[in-house]
């Protein structure tokens, strides 16, 4: 029997993880898999709707560790991670993506000598600014195992000195719960609830520190947005750092003043998948969605000066475009223009990752 111990922590992670559980209880002679939420996000609509929307069992052991500074979370995550890694004694630990809850478990199993696997190795934004690419290096370099999930990543890895033999090379994960629930989020009413018609608007996520926590560079977006709600409609599901930092900068007579920049509360996981599959434009600052929309061949602008998804930008769906107001609107009437929707095909973005992971373990 192998023992397993599964991490989810934040938003991202949960789409990530599941297809992972199920495909472990798919083989439950085999494993005994355990979900271990740390806690990082706690907020009802950024955590347990997305247990429901994916199937995915509530969690063995919640850490609660909240929100602080990266430095205290990832303490925090690895204080309260340790004793619960010693008391189950599992084979593997499984973390998943980039975020802080992702390093502070793996840093765990590390220290306390049980083997690590990393599902979405390999990514690199080359921007050491940035939390998420050191957390993706420093969890890289301790891992034992890395799942990647396109063949850049390999090129990655191996040049960063990491050995072929450490390295599978097994998908995207995350295409995996986009393929199983596509349809079932075709029932979701939120573009009825919103008055949207599919291809008539747009749909907006930013959180990024860099975006959305300096007052001058969140405001120059917004500059943009609102010249672009005048075409068409956005809908801004708005993240909670997102949304303080609004309050904070009094930018909300701003906001109220272009009536096509729609703030709505955060979506789970259907209801998102309904309203993105359904828009004519997609801009973001997020990672995951790049590939999201890469796959279904949604037009993506994001609003970042890099990626550590490069593959989204040869594939011809998602453009770079940062955050300068022309560059964005320029970007944006080119892709208004531009009615075709190409779904594209990326080699092992095909549903099956999770069982090549398993298969692995
Ligand atoms: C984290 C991840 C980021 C991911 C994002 C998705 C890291 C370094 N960053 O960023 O990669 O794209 O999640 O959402 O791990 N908050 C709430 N309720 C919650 C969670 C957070 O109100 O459930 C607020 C808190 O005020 C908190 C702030 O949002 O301080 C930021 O949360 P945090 O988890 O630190 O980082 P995110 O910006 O969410």
Redesign the pocket.
Known sequence: MIKVINVVG???NFMKVAPIVEAMKRREREFTPLLIHTG????AD??DSFFRDLDLPAPDIHLGVG?AP?AE?LAAVEARFAPVVEREKPDWIIVVG????TLACARTGKKLGIKVAHVEAGLRSFDASM??EA?RVETDRVADLLFTPVEDANENLLAEGIKAERIRLVGNIMIDSLMKHLERAQQSKIKTRLGLTTNDYAVLTL?R?SNVDDPKAFKRILEALAEISRRLPIIFPV???TK?NIAEFGLEEGIAASSGLRLIEPLGYLDFLSLFSGARLVLTD??GIQEETTQLGIPCLTLRENTERPITVTMGTNKIVGTDPDKIMTHAAAALANLSRQPVSIPLWDGHAAERIVAAL
């Open positions: 934040a938003r991202p990082q996000h706690y907020d950024m955590s929100s990266r979370q980039d975020v802080n809850s939390p998420e957390n959180h520190p993240h909670p750092r303080k997020s990672g």
